[in-house]
Structures are given as C-alpha cells and as structure tokens.
C-alpha cells in the first residue's frame, strides 16, 4: 500500500501528548453580607479586636460627630489599630455599618416572654426603640436607608412576631406590621431631630401654614388648624400616634 508521506519530505517526529497543566480551582466568592462570613476562622493568634469593639468606636464616632465623621481611618485610630489592618476584622465601609446598625440593635432589654397584652407589649416596644433613637441621633436614618438583619435584630424580630402572634394574624402580615411599626418610630425620631435643630425653619412653617389657612383657599386645613390647640408635648404626641398604628395593626385585613 502507498505510504500517504511524500517521497521527499522529511521524516516528522511524533509529537508526545501532554496533558493539559491542571487548574487552580476559583476560590469562592466571599459572601456580601458580613453575618455569612466567620468573624474568624480559628487559625493563627488571638484577634487584637473583634466586630463588637469596632463598632463600639464607630458608634462613639456617630453620636459626637454624625454619620459622616465615621471612617475606616477614624475608627482605626480610635482603636489603635492601622486602618489597612481593620479590613481584615470589615472588609468594607458597608459592612462596619451593618455592625454599628446591629450594636444598636443590641441595646434591646427584651424580656424573656411577652406578657400576651399586645397593645402594652408594642406600647413598651415603641417606647424602648425611641429611647435608642434618641441616644443615636444618626440612627434613624441609616435603619430606613439600609435595613439590615444582623444577630440582635433577629432577636428583636423574633419577639416582635412573639408579642404579635395573639393577633391572629399570619407570619407574613406580622413582618408587614412590624415594618409599618418601624418605620413610624424612625419618621417620628427624624422629625424630632429637625424640629429641634431648626428653629427658624419650624417657626416660619408654621407661620406659613397659618397664612395658607386664613386664605380661605384650604377651609378643611383652617378647621384643622381652629381645633388643633397648642403645640403637643412630643412625648404625649408619640403616643397617641404610636396607639393609632398600633390599632391599625391589631386590625384584621382581607388575607391577613
């Protein structure tokens, strides 16, 4: 049979078969939220700080100077440590806000049961988280900004739907009201906040709102304004708000 190679070509070597070079395997993704990573992984020395104690000197950095005052470069000082070395503990700044969000969260005193009045349970509830509120003026915003369900808010969670589960209502519709909760006591922290810090501003609203009613342009906010009386002490009108959301929340809807 004829050999298919050309009488003159040149002998050609076999080429050996190599196997491809082996892969590294991809490392896998760190998770996003900081409570799926572990704090640490048990090998090498003692951490010098831990989650609690850097978001104890972030806290003490947002109730002096704001929210904005608080850096990873600030929060290293404060802790004597070097701010590249503090990425190893929070791998970034959204991170040191969800353990500064749940150290807030952690100043709960939560009791072991409810007592199975629900009004008087979510009454004391309301009263505790604006004493937080109030302790970190920077607080409010940053829960309605970035909601974040750290270890302390899941317990928080998990007896607000204790203190809710006489209502009745099912699991979904819980959550719905304590968002509904929530979100009142933050809106009425953040309105105490400008109403405090701005005076003049608040003063001229009013006097603004007043003119719009004498005008004669707006006769329901004119008789709302004829019957409203002095200005409420904030504490009484916190809980008369509070009673009304509480009451809107013992409702039974369609489909709850």
Known sequence: MPSSKS????????????????????????????????????????????????????????????????????????????????YNYVPKKEHLLDLMLDAAAGEYRLPPEPTGDVRADLTSLGHTQLAIFRRHPWLPALVLARPSIGPNALRYTDHFLAVTAPTGLAGGARMEAMAMFNGFICQFAQYEQTAAAGAKWQAEMIGYLTQAAMSGNYPNLAQAFATAGPPADPDQAFDRSMDRVILAILAPTTGS
Request: hydrophobic residues 35%; without cysteine; charged residues 20%.
């Open 7 to 86: 009488p003159t070509s040149p002998e050609q070597p076999e080429q050996a078969h190599q196997p491809p070079p082996p892969q590294r395997p991809t490392p896998p993704e760190a998770p996003e939220l900081i409570w799926l990573r572990p704090e640490r992984t048990g090998r090498g020395p003692r951490p010098a700080h831990s989650r609690e104690s850097i978001a104890a000197a972030a806290i003490v950095i947002a109730d002096a100077e704001g929210l904005d005052a608080v850096s990873m470069r600030r929060v290293a000082a404060a802790l004597g440590a070097g701010t590249m070395s503090l």
